[in-house]
């Protein structure tokens, strides 16, 4: 499938709260990593799309879901959301040793992800 759903990612107002209802709830593993500017949380699901769980990088926003969808070029493919009418709320930023990201707002209001894994 091109362009597949790759991660999903829950940006949460409060992370120990969320890791001890999913956790339990789905019984997943939950491993705490060190990232740039602050912790994450991988889960780790099995079979299928894993995620993670961080504080909410927006002050005062609502804890929500945040789907990525893989891309080949990241710098194009958000060019091409733009021009489509999206808004960009964080441009392309790479997490080194594991690619790139950006965020959108589409023309719906909704939010989605970008990702391109870093080259082997």
Same mark, same amino acid.
């Given at each position: 499938? $091109?362009?597949? %759903?790759?991660?999903? #990612? @829950?940006n949460t107002t409060d992370v120990s709260?969320?890791? =001890?209802?999913? /956790?339990? &709830? %789905?019984?997943?593993? &939950? #491993?705490?990593?060190?990232?740039? /500017? !602050?912790?994450?949380?991988?889960?780790?699901?099995? #079979? !299928? =799309?894993?995620?993670?769980?961080?504080?909410?990088?927006?002050? !005062?926003? $609502?804890?929500?879901?945040?789907?990525?969808?893989?891309?080949?070029?990241?710098?194009?493919?958000? +060019?091409?959301?733009?021009?489509l009418g999206a808004t960009v709320m964080?441009?392309?930023? #790479?997490? $080194? /040793?594991?690619?790139? %990201?950006?965020?959108?707002?589409?023309?719906?209001? +909704?939010?989605?992800? @970008?990702?391109?894994?870093? +080259?082997?």
């Open positions: 499938m $091109p362009n597949p %759903f790759v991660h999903i #990612e @829950l709260k969320a890791k =001890t209802f999913y /956790g339990s &709830l %789905f019984n997943w593993t &939950l #491993e705490d990593m060190s990232m740039p /500017g !602050g912790s994450y949380t991988m889960i780790k699901v099995g #079979e !299928g =799309t894993g995620g993670g769980i961080m504080k909410h990088p927006v002050p !005062g926003a $609502p804890s929500a879901w945040l789907a990525y969808v893989q891309v080949d070029n990241i710098a194009t493919a958000t +060019a091409k959301a733009k021009s964080k441009d392309v930023t #790479e997490i $080194p /040793g594991m690619g790139s %990201f950006s965020v959108l707002i589409d023309p719906t209001g +909704a939010a989605i992800a @970008l990702w391109q894994p870093k +080259a082997k």
